[in-house]
């Protein structure tokens, strides 16, 4: 007697979806094609479990039968592996979708090159005014001025000016009303800074070193400003001790100049007593107190009388006769031309003649060459109602 093995029931409810054992017969997909059974991939679990499968009720034997079985039923050999043949045929049932075809990227079309702008014609080019022959600078030289500019708004007060001061020179800077020598000056001394180019004093670069350069100059400036509730010696006392000096030497050089400007009585009063002539002397003598190499005056002679006027410039003249410098601006031609050595005539914020008063002059007086270079004399036709009076 041979005893059947029970197979599961594909259908039983209670039984798990996934099958381990139970054979699905697969259609064929022709008339002659045969059929090919194929065990389906098993349901993936939680990690770790996996279900329990609940026991079935095996038929109750006798146990003659299952002896039998025992004896009689040898191991169930591997079921054979389909042919080749139908291996491939199986495959070829399965029908795989083509993949869809990829978006192609939208290619931009390339912007078309713009026109070339036409040629600008180039404007006509001014003739260009021969430039004023300036002296070379040179290790001797205590200020060099190279295309120093100053603009206040829409006015251009200095334009491009080249100076060149040697040593020991008495050098002029003269120029009608507002032709930029103050202004020049001031850039000079430090007071107003340049818009562009290079002033040296002493070697020492104004705009990199500016206390450098300050420090080897004595200055009196146009329409000055001091302190007035100070007496003159005071005042004098201030100006020695700013640039350094030690009390004991400024009260000895305060005597020696003050005798020397005839300032000796006018020391215990304050300044803002003094006239316009004395407070140019006391500020003078301040700008010399610490014995500079440079001084920058300007008009350092308006409202001073011919005798204090004799007095500094026998002061000035010694000074530079011992090595110092001056470069002062003045409206007196005839001043300019008889203590300088050197001359700039300023005219526009241009440097318009240059060199030895000699060289400047020519064949005419200083005053005569200032009046041509200056653009002449103004006319004064219209005023006719001058010649009449009112009473």
Known sequence: MTASLPVPNDIDPEEPDGHDSAPIVSLPSGPQAPSVERTPPRKKTAKGKRPARPAKAEPQADAAEVDTVEEAAPEAPAPPSPPAELSDLAEADILIPPKPPLPQPEVESEPEPEPEPAPEPRPELEPEVPPVLTAPATAGDVLVL?????????????????????????????????????????????????????????????????????????????????????????????????RGL?????????????????????????????????????????????????????????????VSSAIILDILSTYVAHGGTVILSSHGMELVERVCSRVAVIVAGQVLAEGTVAEVRGELSLEQRFIELAGGLSDVEGLEWLHTFSD
């Open 246 to 306: 030690s009390p004991a030497v400024v009260e000895s050089r305060t005597a020696d100049l003050a005798r020397a400007f005839d300032l000796t009585d006018a020391l215990g009063r304050v300044v803002s007593d003094y006239s316009a002539g004395m407070v140019k002397k006391v500020m003078l003598a301040g700008a010399l107190i610490h014995s500079p190499r440079l001084l920058v005056l300007d008009e350092p002679f308006e409202a001073v009388d011919p």
């Open 146 to 242: 190279r295309g120093v500019s100053k603009r206040f708004g829409d006015t251009l007060a200095v334009d491009g000016i080249d100076l060149t001061v040697p040593t020991g020179t008495f050098y002029g800077v003269v120029g009608p009303n507002g032709a930029g020598k103050t202004t020049t000056l001031s850039l000079i001394a430090g007071l107003l800074e340049p818009d562009r180019g290079s002033i040296q004093v002493g070697g020492v670069d104004a705009a990199s070193d500016p206390l450098g350069a300050k420090r080897v100059m004595g200055v009196l400036p146009d329409r000055l400003r001091t302190f007035d509730r100070l007496t003159g010696r005071q005042l004098l006392y201030y100006y020695g001790v700013l």
